[in-house]
Structure formats: structure tokens, C-alpha cells
């Protein structure tokens, strides 16, 4: 079974700050993804953020980065230049062989001006 | 590129009453999923689609739930009769096949109360 934890339920952070978000996880596969997507009261689920488990190299995506810790099972995401439009609920997710996601309870970001 | 199509946005029903949500991915999509959201928690698989064949859905309540994807494109979640234990958002996600395409792309998800 696959299992996602975020311990931070709730964030804030000041505009133009840098805010990370933790996320930790377990799976007996050797190969498989993990995601940071962002969910707006808009309810749409976006993807910020996508690391492959076999690339030892932190995926950016301009102002997103993430630190991935493959013995640790750690993958947190890192949030430069906060922005307004940056809140949101936050998800890590694991997805394996089976291509499902499996979602933790999710981080809060509020983006204070 | 149109995005994954869900409606309705909201649906408000009595408890014992049924209730369908309809969903379109983006084209070309072969795998399709359906996701139960309960207020304050993450998205739950609750059945997966390839083409038109059921890949997972043993999440999914068959007492209640049922769920098809007929021709391999649309596909419609039903619930009768519906439980207070219901109340949540549904979501629908959608994904290419190919080694390495694993991004799922979601709707706007259709927010059910029962009452």
C-alpha cells in the first residue's frame, strides 16, 4: 500500500517571501512519480509540480522547486516569490506501476499581502 | 485543447434518492478515474478506466455506486441511493497511456449534498 503524509495542515506566508511545504511518503516500488498539485476554491486541481523517483535531479518549474529525498521519502515543495495567486490547498501525490494517485490530507497556503 | 468536461458543478439531493454525475476527459485520453474529495481530505480513487474496461475499482461502494465509460470516452458515476456519508466532491481525472505519461489532468469536479 501506498501512503502519502502532509503534517502541515494550515501555512502563510508573506508576499514575495519563500514558503516550503512538506510532504512525506511510503511505497514498495522502486519506480514512481510524485506530484505537488495545487486545488483553488475554483475546486480544479492544477499541476505545479512533477519529480520521476529515477532522476536524482530536483524538478523546477520557474518559481516552484522541490526537494526530493529518495532514502528519506521526503519530497517537499519549495514556493519562491510568493504570490497572491499562490493560495490555494496544496497536495502531494504518489502514483506507481498501477498509474492511480494517492493524495495526502493536503497543506492550506494563505499568501498575505 | 478543451479540458476534462464535468457536470453538473453542484447537485443538492435528499438521502435514499439517486443521483449521476457526467464526465468528458480531454481526447485521446485512455485512462479515465473517478476521485471521492471529502471536505478537508484528499482526493480517494474510487474507479479506474481504460478504454472502456475497468482496470481498478475496488474502492468503488457497489452497493450504492456503479460507474461505466461506454465507447472509451464519456463516462457516468451513479450513486443510489445516496447517504449523508456521500456529501463530498467528485472529481474526474484523465491520462494518456505511454511509458512515462502518468500526468492526470482533473475536472472541476461536481460538489454533491445530500441532506
Not at chain 2, 20 to 30: D, K, L, R, T
Not at chain 2, 65 to 94: M, N
Request: aromatic content about 10%; proline content about 4%; some cysteine.
Amino acid at each position: 500500500a501506498q501512503t502519502v503524509t502532509q503534517s502541515q495542515p494550515e501555512m502563510s506566508v508573506q508576499e514575495a517571501e519563500t514558503v516550503t511545504l512538506s510532504c512525506t511518503y511510503d511505497t514498495s516500488e522502486n519506480n514512481y512519480y510524485l506530484f505537488w498539485y495545487k486545488q483553488p476554491p475554483s475546486r480544479q486541481m492544477i499541476l505545479v509540480i512533477r519529480q520521476e523517483a529515477y532522476k536524482q535531479q530536483n524538478a523546477t518549474e520557474n518559481r516552484f522547486s522541490v526537494n526530493f529525498q529518495k532514502a528519506a521519502k521526503s519530497f517537499s515543495l519549495k514556493i519562491s516569490d510568493s504570490q497572491l495567486g499562490d493560495t490555494a490547498m496544496y497536495f502531494c501525490a504518489l502514483s506507481g506501476s498501477a498509474r492511480q494517485l494517492t493524495f495526502g490530507s493536503g497543506t492550506q497556503l494563505t499568501v498575505l499581502p | 485543447e478543451a479540458g476534462v468536461a464535468q457536470s453538473p458543478r453542484y447537485k443538492i439531493i435528499e438521502k435514499r434518492q439517486s443521483v449521476a454525475f457526467w464526465c468528458n476527459p480531454i481526447s485521446g485520453h485512455a485512462t479515465l478515474y473517478w476521485y471521492q474529495q471529502i471536505l478537508g481530505q484528499g482526493p480517494k480513487l474510487l474507479i479506474q478506466f481504460q478504454n472502456n474496461g475497468v482496470v481498478d475499482d475496488s474502492q468503488l461502494p457497489k452497493d450504492r455506486f456503479s460507474a461505466e465509460r461506454l465507447k472509451g470516452v464519456d463516462s457516468t458515476l451513479k450513486i443510489q441511493p445516496a447517504k449523508l456519508e456521500d456529501s463530498a466532491v467528485y472529481l474526474c481525472a484523465s491520462s494518456l497511456e505511454g511509458i512515462g505519461t502518468t500526468i492526470q489532468y482533473f475536472g472541476a469536479g461536481t460538489r454533491l449534498s445530500v441532506l
